[in-house]
């Protein structure tokens, strides 16, 4: 397990290849015990000095966003929804999200998504939607869900740690069991849009060394607090035969999921929940693997549960795969 503070999925996958491959990067840090106190200060008061015209950006572009957030809030935010608390329980109790596998045979996968008239890329986000559909999470408004599409800005050499942007795609769940030409034009569209506007948070990078922890909390309770309850959709790609290698010996299944720790059930109930998707090709294996990990507000929140969630909906895309 790898914190999203160290390292995006892709990069994740890119540190596995090289660990096996027993290829190193020089990242230019100075070896452990390498300096002495006078000069660690030295050298890291002018990394600092050198830092603070990025740092400054970055707390005007915090202001701004921070402004600009507020009143959208204020615009859209439908009244507070009741948090429903177990009886007996305080709400404040350590809950484990439910997630499950599913692994698909690739060309039946890619046959589905051109008979659909779209992508491998955009079958999986039509199935995000369907699944955000049947767990409530379509706006008010006008019915569709909001997708949050996970694109990979990661070039070759890049050693950021985080290298994502977020693509914000609205689809309508209802056509995409047979039909997903309108969803593979709305993202698109947003893919165009993302480009052409970066998007602004990422100007913030520069203060997370001064940004305390509980701070980082509130941003997040924020973010998972969006009105719209927007869907993740993550997709990793072809990640290439040398993944399923890691021991040495040829894998027969492969997975790779999302998680949150210390999460409680309040915080999830006043959330919202949520509903994240991430898939990854394996063309050695000849399947594609999509982990689902999900939490409805006052439903059944139990790995079968979610298990027969997901094979009904497989279903209404003339899908069939293996649900673990």
């Known amino acids: 397990m790898t914190s999203h503070y160290l390292l995006d999925g892709l990069g994740l996958i890119v540190a596995l290849v090289e660990a096996l491959l027993g290829n190193t990067r020089d990242l230019g840090y100075p070896p452990p015990r390498s300096r002495t106190r006078l000069r660690a200060v030295v050298q890291d008061a002018r990394q600092t000095a050198r830092d603070a015209p990025e740092v400054a950006r970055a707390l005007v572009a915090f202001a701004r966003l921070t402004r600009r957030q507020r009143r959208d809030t204020a615009r859209s935010s439908p009244a507070p929804r009741p948090v429903s608390t177990p009886r007996g329980s305080d709400g404040d109790d350590a809950v484990i999200v439910p997630g499950v596998t599913i692994g698909i045979n690739l060309d039946h996968w890619d046959a589905r998504a051109k008979a659909l008239g779209g992508t491998s890329n955009t079958l999986a986000a039509g199935l995000t939607a369907k699944l955000g559909e049947r767990m409530g999470r379509r706006r008010a408004g006008d019915g569709a869900v909001t997708l949050q599409v996970v694109m990979s800005d990661r070039t070759e050499g890049d050693t950021r740690a985080v290298a994502v942007s977020l693509a914000r795609v609205s689809i309508d769940p209802t056509r995409v069991t047979t039909d997903l030409r309108d969803a593979r034009a709305a993202i698109k569209q947003a893919l165009k849009s993302l480009q052409e506007t970066p998007d602004e948070s990422l100007q913030l990078a520069p203060l997370a060394p001064f940004t305390p922890k509980r701070t980082w909390k509130r941003g997040v ?82 790995k079968p549960a979610l298990r027969e969630l997901a094979a009904r909906t497989l279903a209404e895309f003339d899908l069939t795969g293996q649900i673990d």
């Open 221 to 302: 309770d924020a973010a998972l607090a969006d009105p719209d309850r927007p869907v993740v959709c993550s997709n990793l790609g072809d990640v290439g035969s040398v993944v399923g290698w890691l021991d040495g010996t040829h894998c027969d299944y492969a997975y790779a999921r999302g998680t949150r720790q210390h999460v409680t059930r309040q915080s999830l109930e006043r959330t919202g929940g949520q509903l994240q998707l991430l898939s990854f090709r394996t063309p050695v294996l000849g399947k594609i693997f999509i982990h689902v990990l999900a939490y409805q507000p006052g439903a059944e929140n139990t």
